[in-house]
C-alpha cells in the first residue's frame, strides 16, 4: 500500500546550521507530497507541497524537491532558527487519503 | 473564518463510556477527516467523507463512529471506550484546486480512557 517513510529523529541543531529531513514514499499512479510542521500543543499546517515530479515546494525558506526517479521529498534549510524548533511530517495523498510519516522531531538551539 | 474548530480541548472518559468528538468548519470544503495521532506514530485515519451523506473507513475505524448530515460538521462518536483508544484527536478539511490538495487541521482534542 501507500506509505511514507521519514528519517527518525529527534534532530537538534545550532542555530544557522543546514537543516535536511529526509522522506521518501510508495505510492501507486501520481501522488502529490507535502510537508506539514506541528507547533507543541497545535494542529499541523501546511508547510509546502509539490504536485509533479521535478516541482520544487518553497516556503518561509524551506525547500523541497520531488524526485520521482528516487521516490523522495526531502526537507531542506539553508539556515535554521530557534522558531523552526517543531515535528516536521512528511505527507502524501492517493485518491482520497492522505498517508503521513511519522514525524521528526527537531529542536534549534541558539 | 474561523476554519477548523473542534470541541473539547481535553477529556477523560472512564472505561465503557462513549462520548462524540465535535468538529465543524466553515470554509464549504466537501472533504473532511479525523485522525488518531499516537506518540511516534504519526497520523493514522479513522474516517473521512467526500460530502454530505458520504462517509469512508480509514485505516484505524474500529471502534468509532461518524456522520455528516451538512457540509459544516463531522463529528467523531467513541463507544465503549476503551484505553487503547487514548489518543490526540485531529479532524481536518480538504481544499482541492488547480493548484493542488491543502488540508486544514483543527487543535485536536486530546483524549485519556482510564
Known amino acids: 500500500g501507500d506509505s511514507v517513510t521519514q528519517m527518525e529523529g529527534p534532530v537538534t541543531l545550532s542555530e544557522e546550521a543546514f537543516l535536511t529531513i529526509n522522506c521518501t514514499y510508495t505510492?501507486?499512479?501520481?501522488?502529490?507530497l507535502f510537508w506539514y510542521v506541528q507547533y507543541p500543543g497545535e494542529g499541523l499546517q501546511l508547510l509546502l507541497k509539490?504536485?509533479?515530479?521535478?516541482d520544487k515546494g518553497s516556503n518561509k525558506g524551506f525547500e523541497a524537491t520531488y524526485r520521482k526517479e528516487t521516490t523522495s521529498f526531502h526537507l531542506e534549510k539553508g539556515s535554521v532558527q530557534v522558531s523552526d524548533s517543531a515535528v516536521y511530517f512528511c505527507?502524501?495523498?492517493?485518491?482520497?487519503?492522505?498517508?503521513f510519516g511519522t514525524g521528526t522531531s527537531l529542536t534549534v538551539i541558539p | 473564518n474561523a476554519g477548523v474548530t473542534q470541541t473539547p480541548k481535553f477529556r477523560i472518559l472512564k472505561i465503557g463510556q462513549s462520548m462524540t468528538l465535535q468538529c465543524a468548519q466553515d470554509?464549504?470544503?466537501?472533504?473532511m477527516y479525523w485522525y488518531r495521532q499516537d506518540p511516534g506514530m504519526g497520523l493514522k485515519l479513522i474516517y473521512y467523507?467526500?460530502?454530505?451523506?458520504?462517509?469512508d473507513k480509514g485505516e484505524v475505524p474500529n471502534g468509532y463512529n461518524v456522520s455528516r448530515s451538512t457540509t459544516e460538521d463531522f463529528p467523531l462518536r467513541l463507544e465503549l471506550a476503551a484505553p487503547s483508544q487514548t489518543s490526540v484527536y485531529f479532524c481536518?478539511?480538504?481544499?482541492?484546486?488547480?493548484?493542488?490538495?491543502?488540508?486544514?487541521f483543527g487543535p485536536g482534542t486530546r483524549l485519556t480512557v482510564l
Open positions: 509539490a504536485t509533479k515530479a521535478d
Open positions: 467523507s467526500v460530502g454530505a451523506g458520504i462517509t
Open positions: 470554509m464549504n470544503h466537501n472533504y
Open positions: 481536518a478539511s480538504r481544499h482541492r484546486s488547480l493548484g493542488g490538495d491543502t488540508q486544514y
Open positions: 505527507a502524501l495523498i492517493t485518491g482520497n487519503q492522505f498517508y
Open positions: 505510492a501507486t499512479g501520481y501522488p502529490s
